[in-house]
Structure formats: C-alpha cells, structure tokens
C-alpha cells in the first residue's frame, strides 16, 4: 500500500481574515504526481501554502512524511519538502546559477562555499530544465519562461522528496511548457518523487499526473485517477461549465472540452 507523503485532516485555513479552506480532509500518495485543479478562487494555492508551512493553518492537522508539520525544523522541513510559490521576485544582479544555488540552503556551511554534492545537485537540476548552458547568464535579462525554468531549477536542487510547485508552467510557451511538465514527470519516476502541482490546464493535468484533487468554494469536489475525475459531471460541479469527455486520438487518454467549444468545431467542420 502506497503511504501517504503529505495529508490533512480536518483543515482550515485562509488569509486576511477570510476563511477560504474548512475542514478538509486531503491525502497525497508518496512517489505520484497529484494535480490540484479547479476554478480561480477555489483555494488551491491556498491549500498547497498550507500544506507546505508557508501560511498557518487556521485549525486542523497537517502532517509531512508521517510526522506532524508542526513538529519540523524549518531546515528539516527544506531536506523533505521544497516548494515553488507561483510569483517570485528577481533578486537585481544574481545568476541562474546563483539563484539555484539558493536550493542547497538547507545542506550548507556557507562560510566554506557549495561542496561537491552542492555543485552536483545544482548541475542536474539546470540539466533537468534545460538550462545547462544558461548558469552565468544574469536572471534579469531572461524571457518569462526561461526565469520560470530556473525557479524550479532551484527547487529541484533542494534535493527534497516531496515537490510542490504551484503553477509551474506560468510564463511558458507551449512547448515548453510540454518540456517542464515531461521532465518533472520523468524525475519522479526515476527519482520516486512526489510531486504535488497547481494545473489550470485540465488535459496536461491528465497526461502528466497520477491523480488529481478538483477542487471548488475550499473543498473536495472529487480525487482519483484521471481517468475517474475527467468525467463531465465531476467538471461540470467545479466548473459550472457543460463538458464534453473525449479520447486522445493517438492514445486513448481521457481528454475533456467545453460542450460549447465542441460544438462549435463540429459546426465549423459542417461548415467546410
């Protein structure tokens, strides 16, 4: 039986005095990848700052690997989970390689410079975004995508076996977007990793993710497999939106639209 890397129970948290999550109860399966999905507002972010101890919860209990959050050191806690927060600012004048460097934080005796662990672990995680070749580049002067590919470049450099990463494709271009999702897909089965991410795009979440938890108004509306959650009626409650379920041509895999986008393609197709 698969243990469960991260899980809540009985949650509720929010911010400036709103309530936006209560009492929910979540389990993420360790060594999967986990979709949180759902409409803008929903409290998905929420729900992943939370689970990674950047926000308090306002009540309940929330434990990481078996153990209570509340019960970690904060370096502790960067050796088993690393988090990658949708907006982030460019620290003026540092590296790509400067800034993934950052990821080692919790390993290091700064006084004695990166080790050789450091440097290697900062190497693959540029590999592993495709920036093996941008490390003295000045992060300032990157694209959108390129900067988005080097925060998670530091977040895998952490070295933690639970990732969270919380709109991860914000910026990218579609195909690399398709890139950073495939090789973050990759590491977790070749390292065992358990990545938990904020998806809006509802097919990648799908092809990408083991599971996924779709969400509405801080709760549950349904968690499974893709195949069980991309069903017209599970959307339909998250979305308000008339879906329609489709199969990927080439594979088979489930694939969802809107009803009205598809039936104005099949109009346009009648049409030609």
């Known amino acids: 039986m698969t243990r469960a890397a991260l899980s809540a129970r009985a949650l509720s948290a929010g911010y400036s005095g709103r309530v936006v999550i209560e009492g929910l109860d979540v389990e993420v399966s360790a060594h999967r990848v986990t979709a949180l999905c759902g409409p803008n507002g929903c409290g998905k972010s929420t729900l992943l700052r939370t689970l990674a101890g950047l926000q308090e919860a306002l009540d309940g209990r929330i434990e990481v690997a078996g153990k209570p959050l509340a019960s970690y050191r904060r370096r502790d806690l960067a050796r088993t989970l690393a988090m990658l927060s949708q907006f982030n600012e460019v620290p003026a004048g540092l590296s790509v390689r400067e800034l993934v460097v950052y990821g080692r934080f919790a390993y290091g005796k700064w006084l004695r410079g990166p080790t050789r662990d450091d440097r290697t672990a900062v190497d693959e995680a540029l590999a592993a975004t495709g920036l093996a070749g941008y490390g003295a580049r000045d992060l300032a002067a990157l694209s959108g995508g390129e900067r988005q590919r ?8 952490q070295g933690a076996p639970i990732v969270l990463l919380d709109e991860p494709t914000t910026y990218l271009d579609i195909r690399h977007q398709l890139e950073v999702l495939g090789q973050l897909r990759r590491l977790n089965r070749e390292r065992g990793l358990t990545i938990v991410w904020v998806l809006h795009d509802l097919n990648q979440a799908a092809a990408f993710s083991d599971e996924i938890v779709l969400m ?9 497999t893709p195949d069980a959650i991309m069903r017209p009626h599970h959307l339909e409650a998250a979305f308000e939106v008339p879906m329609l379920r489709l199969e990927h041509p080439q594979t088979g895999a489930p694939l969802c639209v809107p009803a009205l986008a598809a039936e104005r393609v099949a109009r346009a197709e009648i049409a030609a």
Do not use: C, N
């Open 150 to 157: 080097a925060w998670i470049a530091m977040a895998l450099a």
């Open 216 to 224: 509405r108004d801080g709760r549950i509306v349904a968690q499974g």
